[in-house]
Structure formats: structure tokens, C-alpha cells
């Protein structure tokens, strides 16, 4: 799968699931709402990111790991109590974000060697 792709596909699992936790819940918080700004970023930033624009690749990844990051504090709430359908959606939007940094900076180390 190519960066830019996955940079897609991860726009789309974080807005869906963000929102699905949002409009899901009897008590929404506008915190569920994080994950969807952050796919919105990556979708409109898909198409510089498949031109090779630099700029918006370093910080579609520093974008990444920061949500990475900040997704495990709902991660933890969902263990406790366990809350199946929260700890689904969170799972897999950290499954995906690692997923999608894991093939950015693979795509970095082969756009090095070749250079």
C-alpha cells in the first residue's frame, strides 16, 4: 500500500469511527470529535501528500503519532469498565494509525536509499 493510501484509508476509519462514537453515544462528548478533525486533515491533505509534497508528508506523520498518542487516554477508559463498542472503535483507530505510520516511515527509509 502506498503512504498516500494509507493516509486514506486511516482519514476514513478515524472519521467514521469518531463519529460513530460521537452520534452513538446518550452522553456525547465533543472530545469524540478529535479523531474526525484529524481524518479531515488527512483527507484534504491526501492529494499534496500523492503529488510527493514533503511539507505535507512530515506533518501528516506528526500529525499521526501526536493522535496516536492522545488516543490511548480513551483507550484506558474504555478498559474501565469495560466498554466493548468504545474499545472496538478506539482499537482499531490506533491499529490504523500504526498501521499507516509504520508504511510512512517505510516509504521514507526506500525514498532515502534511493537519494
Keep these: 500500500m502506498k503512504p498516500f493510501q ?3 484509508v486511516n ?7 469518531g463519529l460513530w462514537g ?24 491526501t492529494p499534496p501528500f500523492k503529488k510527493g ?5 512530515h ?4 500529525l499521526t503519532f501526536l493522535l496516536i498518542i492522545a488516543l490511548f487516554m480513551p483507550l484506558r477508559r474504555a478498559l474501565n469498565p469495560v466498554n466493548n463498542m468504545a474499545l472496538l472503535r478506539v482499537g482499531l483507530m ?3 494509525s500504526i498501521i499507516a505510520m509504520i508504511i510512512y516511515i ?5 525514498a532515502r536509499k534511493k537519494t
Aim: aromatic letters at 8%.
Design 59 to 62: 506533518i501528516i506523520v506528526l
Design 106 to 110: 517505510r516509504s521514507f527509509i526506500e
Design 22 to 45: 460521537y452520534l452513538g453515544s446518550a452522553e456525547p462528548s465533543t472530545t469524540a470529535l478529535i479523531p474526525v478533525g484529524f481524518g479531515l486533515i488527512f483527507a484534504i491533505s
Design 53 to 57: 509534497n514533503r511539507v505535507v508528508a
Design 94 to 96: 490506533i491499529i490504523s
Design 6 to 8: 494509507a493516509n486514506l
Design 11 to 17: 482519514a476514513i476509519i478515524l472519521i467514521s469511527m
